[in-house]
């Protein structure tokens, strides 16, 4: 059981160039999520999915597209990547929404992305 | 709307020490509050919950309390070691998950 699996850990891009980030989770959880961490910041919303075919924006969802197509799988896009893009994305997923009935969020390990 | 507002770091301390990192909240709702934890090159992990006034969680040594009086769930361990060295984020629940800046904590030797 591995849980929530990110991939890849690093990446560099150059402005403008895009790339997805994979996520991908195997406790068949309807709820999946993505967040950016800046430094010294806390977590923010970028999108969210509440099931196979459904995606909703989260609170900073400009410059990225997702996908949910599979049960298990929520890449991220970036499609034009900026230098304000430079953070730590996490993917989580949860049985139910997240906080609804104290559902507790599964995090990955990250990828940190760098745009130069 | 919602929001939550925990101590700044970084916190120092040394081993066997005290800890507390405060944490408070704004909810017009009754939200659940936890507490996750963020090891060097980890995802966050869920350390502990309260889902009501006056529950405490507990996980690992660690302790908070759901305090709706003064809307704080301060985090406490009464002897903190080097492996406790993390960033923790407080969070709130109503309808969704809010996530505060987190506090990164040094345990020295």
């Known amino acids: 059981n591995a849980g929530v699996t990110q991939t890849p850990k690093f990446r560099i891009l150059k402005i403008g160039q895009s790339m997805t980030l994979q996520c991908t989770q195997d406790m068949n959880h309807n709820y999946m999520y993505w967040y950016r961490q800046d430094p010294g910041m806390g977590l923010k919303l970028i999108y969210y999915s509440v099931g196979a075919g459904i995606t909703d924006k989260g609170e900073v969802p400009n410059g990225y597209n997702v996908s949910r197509s599979t049960t298990e799988d929520f890449p991220l896009r970036l499609e034009l990547a900026a230098p304000s893009q430079t953070s730590v994305y996490f993917c989580a997923s949860s049985y139910g929404l997240a906080g609804a009935n104290y559902n507790e969020q599964f995090f990955g390990p990250g990828t940190r992305l760098t745009v130069l | 709307g919602n929001s939550v507002t925990q101590m700044e770091g970084p916190v120092t301390l040394s081993e066997e020490a005290f800890l507390t990192i405060n944490c408070t909240y704004t909810?017009?709702?009754?939200?659940?509050l936890f507490w996750y934890v963020q090891y060097p090159g980890e995802g966050l992990q869920l350390l502990l919950k309260?889902?009501?006034?006056?529950d405490k969680g507990s996980n690992k040594g660690f302790e908070a309390t759901y305090r709706k009086e003064t809307t704080s769930f301060h985090l406490e361990k009464g002897s903190v070691q080097v492996s406790d060295s993390a960033v923790y984020f407080c969070a709130l629940s109503d309808d969704k998950i809010i996530f505060g800046k987190g506090t990164r904590l040094h345990i020295l030797p």
């Open positions: 909810a017009t709702g009754y939200p659940s």
């Open positions: 309260a889902t009501k006034a006056d």
